[in-house]
């Protein structure tokens, strides 16, 4: 017979567990369980006796766990629950969280009991998921960066042996000799705005991941963890603004050497519609509002990816450009021969100055001012659209909006 100072040791190891100790009948009824456990599911220890143990277990796995439950009562040996699966418990209020089960039979006044051992593994969860997406996100900034540091050089190589080629022509025609220097001087002045603009766009964010990872090391403790999930915050919101960037130079690229052609199938624009409105929540300001609308015609033969990046280019820039609280819309109307996209915002408007170099490349507003951006999204959106065959118009006023029109042809030979 255990003697009352093993007893009192008991009762202390199991009540002061850090891990939580639910001991449950055949049936599933639960009849002891330490404050642990109770802290885990939102209980007290009181409210969780007599409870039936799928109380514990999310709605939508009740019944296949009474079917664990039942095989494991005829087969009892001690294991872990889930092998290779990702188990979620269910608090008191409503909320699920990712625990680790493990089980073992027991026998107390000849009565067969389960044991089971919980463990919340929410923070554990949050640290590999920030890892893989951290690991793919590198990874893929690294690979986006070599292939275009690849491409810069080859055009750098290509632009060099034109320029060597009219610098020949030069002694033959004075016409060459001027048309070379215009040419020249188009490509410094592109190649300013482009050394310019990847300065400024590139150190941003790159200094803010330095910065956040040389800092992430310090917060070590699990008190600091808002901290940490601050500094790793930035560190997403920097790899989003660079993974924007390199996607506007492969854009334009491709584009340019004429890698894009438009592939017209049958789809459902309200689908299409669904599917940005959903992607675009998460970039809007403060009490920011996106309208979306159609009318006409719902399913369309056309480039669904080229149509889909005109949108988003056009819907990114109106929030880009807008004040909190302010609306953002995109109405499209299809007929039986033409879509007509309008995008429209309540932002900081163009020039009329401004609005004459809108579409060409790296041209950014004067009233741009710290307002992020590569100066090739409506570049790019000019090409897409003329791959479709189509046009794209702006009116704008400053302080006021902008209201952009791009009109796509449907029966049109692309």
């Known amino acids: 017979m255990p003697s009352q100072n093993d007893k009192k040791l008991f009762e202390a190891l199991f009540h002061h567990a850090t891990e939580g100790i639910i001991l449950c009948k055949r049936n599933g009824m639960i009849t002891v369980a330490n404050e642990a456990a109770g802290r885990q599911f939102g209980y007290s220890v009181e409210e969780l006796i007599g ?3 799928e109380t514990l277990v999310p709605s939508r796995y009740q019944k296949s766990h009474e079917s664990y439950r039942e095989n494991y009562s005829e087969h009892p040996e001690p294991r872990k629950m ?10 008191k209020d409503g909320t699920e969280f990712p625990v680790e089960v493990s089980l073992s039979p027991a026998k107390i006044d000849n009565e067969e009991i389960i044991i089971a051992f919980t463990i919340d593994i929410t923070r554990r969860k949050q640290q590999e998921y920030l890892i893989r ?10 690979e986006r960066l070599r292939q275009t540091n690849e491409q810069l050089e080859k055009k750098v190589s290509d632009r060099t042996q ?9 002694e033959k025609s004075k016409a060459e000799l001027q048309l070379s220097l215009a040419k020249e001087r188009e490509l410094n002045e592109l190649k300013s705005r482009f050394l310019s603009m990847a300065s400024h766009e590139f150190r941003t964010p790159l200094t803010a991941i330095l910065s956040s990872a040389s800092l992430i090391s310090d917060y070590s403790e699990p008190s600091h963890q808002e901290k940490r999930l601050k500094h790793v915050e930035r560190i997403t919101n920097a790899v989003n603004s660079l993974n924007d960037i390199l996607s506007d130079f492969l854009s334009l690229s491709k584009i340019e050497e004429g890698k894009i052609a438009a592939e017209c199938k049958s789809f459902s624009l309200k689908n299409l519609l669904n599917e940005i409105e959903s992607e675009l929540k998460a970039m809007l300001k403060k009490n920011q509002h996106l309208h979306i609308q159609h009318q006409g015609e719902e399913i369309i033969v056309s480039d669904r990816k080229l149509i889909r990046q005109i949108m988003v280019n056009l819907l990114s820039n109106a929030i880009k450009y807008s004040d909190e609280g302010s609306a953002v819309k995109l109405d499209t109307f299809c007929s039986a021969d033409e879509l007509k996209i309008t995008v429209s915002d309540q932002g900081i408007g163009i020039s009329k100055e401004d609005q004459k170099h809108l579409f060409e490349r790296f041209f950014r507003g004067s009233n741009a001012g710290n307002i992020q951006g590569t100066g090739l999204g409506l570049n790019i959106v000019a090409g897409y659209v003329q791959l479709l065959g189509g046009f794209i118009t702006c009116k704008s006023e400053l302080d006021v909006g902008t209201t952009f029109i791009a009109t796509i042809p449907l029966n049109a030979s692309i």
């Open 51 to 53: 409870k039936p143990i």
């Open 82 to 91: 889930g092998q290779g699966r990702d188990l979620f418990g269910l608090k």
């Open 133 to 142: 997406e951290k690991t793919k996100e590198l990874e893929l900034i690294t």
């Open 162 to 170: 034109v320029l060597h080629e009219a610098l020949m022509a030069l």
